[in-house]
């Protein structure tokens, strides 16, 4: 099997680039569940958990963090 560069999928079409992007994808989803988290992350998960439970009005909403992350990239 020939090796598939960036050069290659650059001359897809969108469409067909659409297409890897989602067969690449389900790739991904099926092995995704073997994949453990160490004990740092899931420290890190359980910190992050119990400062949300402590104080659940200190984060931003979704739609604040987009709308920075718009603003910031000019989306």
Request: net charge negative; glycine share 2%.
């Amino acid at each position: 099997m020939r090796s598939i560069t960036v050069t290659d999928t650059l001359e897809l079409s969108i469409p067909e680039r659409i297409q890897l992007v989602e067969e690449i994808w389900d790739t991904i989803v099926v092995e995704a569940a073997a994949l453990e988290l160490t004990d740092a992350e899931k420290k890190i998960i359980d910190e992050r958990l119990e400062a949300h439970r402590q104080n659940p009005e200190a984060g931003s909403s979704w739609e604040d963090v987009y709308k920075r992350i718009a603003k910031k990239y000019e989306i």
